[in-house]
């Protein structure tokens, strides 16, 4: 397999050490109390959609790629692990020589998924299982976070474009790269972020700051300058000065006198500041009246999908949302929580056992067991019906009807008939070997436009969403009541 | 000068292409129409705290450094521009021989800072000065807004250590390693983060994740199988089934079976949910009785300045904070707003021409002018009374007295003697050439324990602090009146 536009060759970094340092420790523990042979399975997964909305976009398996494709422990980094004195020098070879050799499944990226779902599973020596913990949560909290309200605010914006504009205000280099990454899948048309567009193929896309303007003697100089420059995609700046005095009338007046005359139709004007609505119905109207209809308006300024959505509602005549500070860094909500639990242990003889977290708050107890999901589709229209989390051992047969039920209140059942399902979790490693392919990004961002087509408008609303259902096999509920009565028989007040 | 801990030799990446691709257009209009070779002064700085705090903590320095040190454009970047067919083939020539030549000046790392102040200046070449714009704002924006909010955490814990955990919730792999500087630098003692350790000398620490206990047949062998491997570093997680019918008693048996008869103590207990106002008192009380007053309890799970203030307030027994998701996203407000600026211009014959950015909403206007601050202590105390903005041409005698007033409330007026000032605004680039050297992590966190120390509390304050003064000399008050009366007359409605 390949890796060309969609490999981070550039930087090639190696983010083996990016761990946190307990999984070292327990590494280290598991070898000396010989646990660590055991084979584990994890589950990554999320208990929470981020502003309450009604699902999540998939997001970060490539990096998740790339990340375990180059999996080394350099001899700095092992000089460095010798230097703390704590771990044995079994444990230090064990890394010198550590080779990946677990199996991994993962959503494909782009498609909704829902809290309490594996989003990814790693099977695996414990050792190994535990150590990627840090980075799969990291990757794939960051960029499911930033596709997810990236989608929010591309459906605010109502088909209309929306470029990401956020590097300068992110978290960290990353989060401007791969945050742009992000914000693509979820349906930003393009960004501001030049590295993004050679690493992705978005398509990156800019204009002026208003220090192009300042620099001239005076803004119509700086915009007949800008023109004279890109007379074939002229979109100026106007909110330097003054929108309606100022900068509205000396963008028509270079239309005018210099794009026209050379045969060229001017391409937008943005707003940076202000009442977007006001100003931008007003130019809108005198942009028409001059006879520009075709000239874009453009709007930035701290944008994201509750403003987007109340500026449309009041009638503001935008072509481009250009989104920054609010998207990059999922301002509303700028934490995903997603968390990575023991879920299963194989016996020597190859048994699975499976293992459960127990806790107070009941939203917190893990699903137990080695699992997979089906999305039950409806014949009729292709709207998804339900997710179904079942044991890895389970398969359903499309011919025969389902009966879905509520995993606390038990009385509230479903039959479904004229279904068809899709398993959701895809392998991406075979005991440690590559064998899956990443679509290209804005691939990606097709399978999202395709996926949520698929959704009930019910469940892509912004406020107060349908529950979107997520139950599990009897099987699989069986188990995990089973388990849960005999730890409360043990521990639970 | 040489580059060792402090530098990212290990990842080495070259972010030039890290740069908002309107920088791009911009630079090529600027050689098309050329204004490119005008000397233009830029000032980096930021509106209004986070948080409603008093200060912010100066960060980023030291990555500025490393970014302006590698500014370097491939061939393979060349190609990509010129793939874009807008760009000129003299501007595609500019960077195939780009040599950064601007002078910089920065508040190094560590200082308090306000609202209004250049943190970074930039002068050289218009077509420069402009293009390190993305850079700068994504590097200082994160880790002031990491390091400032990591200095209330610590704050708020009076004391006590606080640890850095946030490395899987970060916003991308460098919102984890330099969000995990920046923690450090406003005053966490450790991290989680390995590789923090590895780059900037941070003390990594961890012990153990719910897993380990639950891979053992039961959390007396988990807890049992740690002590035999970390004797003399034990720290037991001790809610994974629960904390005070389980997870203690067993870590007390432990601590009593394994430990003591080696000769080793206990060296702490971990709480990662539930009640911990209530369960560190009662695990307080436990492990006193036993024998075990000297055992840390260690305290994790979504907290932040105002969870700690909170639980300390009702009596909780804590030895350490473990911080995450909060701290490492800024989650309570997670956007830094700095912007970056057009302060003047420079004629042909060397004479600065100041430039304002106007704007209708009064806190958005510019100061004008190539500028420094003083920092104003007073003698008999050392404590920090105001910082005065003055024209870079200005010096302050200290032996005169100065006289302050408010620069909207001009009648609001204070004499200062007995007081000796402090620059803050330190030269790192000259014409290009690296002419500073950055502390270490650990020594910047130091500056700012020290520096804080010099606010008086009332700015220190989490609600409603004392609006510390930042203010502006004479001189460039009356130059900012004169041009915001010119310009006013020419566009203000």
């Known amino acids: 397999m390949e890796f060309t536009k969609n490999f981070d060759v550039r930087n090639g970094r190696n983010l083996t050490m990016l761990v946190d340092f307990y999984e070292l420790t327990m590494g280290n523990g598991y070898l000396e109390s010989e646990a660590g042979n055991k084979t584990a399975y994890f589950d990554m997964f999320f208990r929470r959609v981020p502003d309450d909305g009604g699902y999540c976009i ?21 000089e460095y692990l010798k230097s703390r004195n704590i771990f044995s020098e079994k444990f230090l070879n064990y890394l010198r020589n550590f080779k990946f050799c677990c199996d991994v499944w993962a959503v494909p990226e782009g498609n909704p998924v829902f ?12 050792i190994q299982a ?17 596709a997810t309200k990236a989608n929010r605010i591309c459906r605010a914006a109502e088909g209309r474009s929306v470029m990401e504009f956020g590097s300068r205000r992110a978290q960290g280099y990353d989060g401007a790269i791969y945050g742009a990454r992000a914000a693509a899948i979820g349906g930003c048309n393009s960004t501001a972020c030049t590295i993004a567009e050679q690493m992705f193929g978005i398509p990156a896309v800019g204009t002026m700051a208003h220090s ?8 119509y100089e700086a915009f007949k300058a800008w023109a004279e420059v890109y007379p074939d995609n002229c979109t100026l700046l106007i909110d330097t000065y003054n929108v309606l005095k100022s900068g509205l009338p000396n963008a028509i007046k270079v239309f005018n006198e210099v794009l026209l005359p050379k045969g060229y139709r001017p391409k937008g004007i943005r707003l940076d500041s202000g009442d977007i609505t006001y100003l931008s119905k007003k130019c809108r109207e005198i942009l028409d009246k001059a006879g520009f209809s075709d000239v874009n308006i453009v709007v930035s300024n701290s944008l994201d999908e509750f403003i987007i959505r109340d500026v449309l509602s009041q009638g503001a005549v935008i072509d481009s949302f250009g989104v920054g500070e609010r998207l990059i860094t999922a301002k509303s909500e700028p934490v995903f929580g997603g968390v990575y639990k023991l879920a299963a242990v194989e016996n020597e003889d190859g048994t699975i056992v499976p293992k459960i977290k127990i806790s107070e708050n009941e939203e917190k107890i893990t699903n137990p067991g080695f699992k997979k999901i089906y999305r039950i589709f409806d014949k009729a229209n292709d709207k998804a019906i339900a997710d179904l989390i079942t044991l890895a051992e389970e398969n359903i047969d499309e011919n025969n009807p389902i009966e879905l039920f509520n995993p606390v209140y038990t009385w509230k059942k479903k039959k479904i008939k004229d279904y068809y399902v899709k398993e959701l979790l895809v392998k991406i490693f075979d005991k440690g070997k590559l064998v899956y392919e990443s679509p290209d990004v804005m691939e990606i961002r097709k399978i999202v436009q395709e996926e949520t087509e698929k959704l009930w408008p019910e469940v892509l609303r912004f406020e107060n969403p349908h529950n979107y259902y997520v139950d599990l096999s009897r099987k699989l509920w069986d188990l995990k009541e089973e388990l849960l009565h005999k730890y409360s028989s043990e521990y639970v007040e």
């Not at 535990?130 to 930033?146: A, D, S």
């Not at 192009?212 to 803004?219: A, H």
């Open 58 to 78: 998939m997001a970060g398996v490539q990096q998740i790629i790339e990340y375990l494709s180059n999996l080394k422990f350099s001899d700095e980094d092992i």
């Open 115 to 126: 809290p309490n779902e594996p989003l990814v599973v790693v099977k695996g020596p414990a």
């Open 130 to 146: 535990q150590f990627v913990e840090t980075m799969i949560l990291l990757t794939v909290n960051h960029q499911t976070l930033i």
């Open 212 to 219: 192009w303007i300042q620099l001239f003697p005076n803004e």
